[in-house]
């Protein structure tokens, strides 16, 4: 139980294009997930929390209009990163909690996401 | 603060046992963790221990806590090749939402 999973797992474009980032908890209900970007050999960095029907919360020095977080069910948040460029290149996980449960997150296997 | 400190690398026999460190600062966290990430993955959750608790154990894992120096150490016992990863350890906020507070990874390397 508790499997999160991410679509797409790779994704390549150009830059200026937007990228949508699907994660969704496939066997429970998540009321919250957690969007991290991590670079190579460097640890996660939150950055934004997802609450479903809600706007997120973002990190400071996140740009809200940059990377578009919407959470329309208990299910599913998606990561838009708009106008994408090279340094958006980073690996992006999302992590969905269990409603009711605020001890665990459980982590998607991320996507790499590479910017030209 | 939500400083979470790890050494970096580590090297370890099969068969012999590992030990991972890690220091946090809130002393508010209520739940700390460890998860485990392999190449080009997501995490996966190993283990976790109340903050209340000062060892749990689960199969080859032990957790230690102490508290007061807000020392948390991860031991692995008859290490596997399978058991290459980096380990991260991490605590819940709770006073942000309980979102995690990631230190930043142990790379631990089993040599056959």
């Known amino acids: 139980g508790a499997v999160v999973s991410q679509h797409p797992s790779r994704v390549i474009c150009k830059s200026g294009t937007s990228v949508k980032i699907e994660c969704r908890s496939l066997d429970f209900q998540a009321t919250t997930m957690f969007w991290y970007r991590q670079f190579p050999k460097k640890s996660l960095m939150l950055m934004a929390t997802?609450?479903?029907?809600?706007?997120?919360?973002?990190e400071q020095g996140v740009e809200k209009d940059k990377f578009l977080i919407n959470h329309a069910s208990l299910t599913l948040s998606t990561l838009t990163v708009t106008s994408a460029h090279p340094e958006d290149s980073s690996f992006y996980i999302c992590s969905a909690r269990l409603a009711g449960n605020q001890e665990t997150q459980y982590f998607g296997p991320g996507t790499r996401l590479l910017v030209l | 603060g939500e400083d979470v400190e790890q050494s970096l690398f580590l090297s370890v026999r099969e068969g012999d046992s590992s030990v991972i460190n890690c220091t946090y600062t809130?002393?508010?966290?209520?739940?700390l963790y460890w998860y485990k990430q392999e190449p080009g993955a997501g995490l996966q959750l190993l283990t976790y221990?109340?903050?209340?608790?000062d060892m749990k154990q689960d199969q080859r894992l032990t957790v230690l806590l102490n508290k007061k120096d807000k020392h948390l150490s991860l031991r692995i016992a008859d290490t596997q090749t399978g058991d290459s990863a980096i380990y991260f350890c991490a605590e819940s906020i709770p006073h942000g939402n309980n979102r995690l507070a990631f230190g930043k990874g142990n790379q631990v390397v089993v040599i056959p």
């Open positions: 809130d002393s508010s966290s209520t739940y």
């Open positions: 221990i109340f903050s209340n608790m």
């Open positions: 997802s609450n479903e029907g809600s706007k997120a919360t973002y």
